[in-house]
């Protein structure tokens, strides 16, 4: 028997799911974005990028918003 594609609970399994999907992809990209910036201080380990951005280095910061970007686009193109 199928279900009624705009019965309520059709509509309701479809949010159901839409928001298990939500909770998915927000996982994702916290991990992602975790990862990615832990492994960039792994591999830069002459500056203290934290301490660089509390002093207001622009440049620090500005590397540190690309690579979230970037980290960010690619999470959302996979998910």
Same mark, same amino acid.
């Given at each position: *028997?199928? @279900?009624?594609?705009?019965?309520?609970?059709?509509?309701?399994? &479809?949010?159901?799911? $839409?928001?298990?999907?939500?909770?998915? /992809?927000?996982?994702?990209?916290?991990?992602?974005?975790?990862? /990615?910036?832990?492994?960039?201080?792994? *591999?830069? &380990?002459?500056?203290?990028?934290?301490?660089?951005?509390?002093?207001?280095? *622009?440049?620090?910061? @500005?590397?540190?918003? &690309?690579?979230? $970007?970037? #980290? $960010?686009?690619?999470?959302?193109? #996979?998910?």
């Amino acid at each position: *028997m199928e @279900l009624d594609p705009f019965g309520l609970q059709s509509v309701f399994s &479809t949010y159901a799911r $839409a928001i298990g999907w939500s909770v998915v /992809a927000a996982l994702g990209f916290s991990i992602g974005i975790g990862l /990615a910036l832990k492994v960039f201080d792994w *591999m830069s &380990t002459d500056i203290d990028e934290w301490e660089e951005i509390k002093k207001g280095n *622009m440049g620090v910061s @500005l590397i540190f918003i &690309t690579l979230i $970007a970037s #980290v $960010a686009f690619l999470v959302h193109k #996979v998910l």
